[in-house]
């Protein structure tokens, strides 16, 4: 079997880059709003890697965007890390398999992550203690997910680029 070669400024540039998304999202981002929406670009920063470098990169930054979401966000703990490092394993060695390196891909498989994160939110965390409506969040998750996918290319394109450098090496 052979190995995979990963690239470390590639990995640190990433990493720096969902840095700056976590402190823009927390901070800028999150005040901001369309209609009660509000932008979360974190799980597209798992999907763009996992698509663009494969597994290794998907799970290096699904354990760094699950950290980033346990500091700033209310939850289990622990269950953002393990939920983003299976999603980036998974769908990088989808990527693998069967997509390709598009933007299209990309929308598609953050949607995905996106409405799967949604939906172990609720049912981990809303249901039990605060006994949410099924309706009210599959509307928020939906309109979420939507306007994550209209800003995606914040983090395609950075994404890509890196990638692009780094494969040439």
């Known amino acids: 079997m052979q190995r995979e070669r990963i690239s470390i400024p590639q990995i640190v540039l990433y990493l720096l880059l969902a840095l700056i998304l976590y402190v823009l999202q927390t901070s800028w981002f999150g005040t901001w709003s369309i209609r009660g929406y509000h932008l979360d670009l974190l799980p597209a920063i798992v999907a763009a890697a996992a698509l663009l470098d494969g597994p290794v990169e998907g799970v290096i930054l699904g354990v760094a965007v699950g950290l980033f979401y346990d500091l700033g966000f209310i939850g289990v703990d622990g269950l953002y890390?393990?939920?983003?490092?299976?999603?980036?394993?998974?769908?990088?060695?989808?990527?693998?398999?069967a997509l390709s390196g598009s933007y299209v891909s990309m929308l598609l498989m953050t949607a995905f992550e996106m409405i799967v994160l949604g939906l172990?939110?609720?049912?981990?965390?809303?249901?039990p203690q605060a006994g949410a409506s099924f309706l009210l969040v599959l509307q928020q998750i939906v309109g979420g997910t939507l306007l994550t996918c209209v800003f995606c290319f914040i983090v395609y394109f950075p994404m890509r680029k890196i990638s692009r450098i780094f494969a040439d090496r």
Do not use: K, N, Q
């Open 81 to 97: 890390p393990l939920f983003f490092m299976l999603f980036g394993l998974v769908a990088g060695a989808l990527s693998r398999l």
């Open 120 to 127: 172990i939110r609720y049912f981990v965390y809303l249901l």
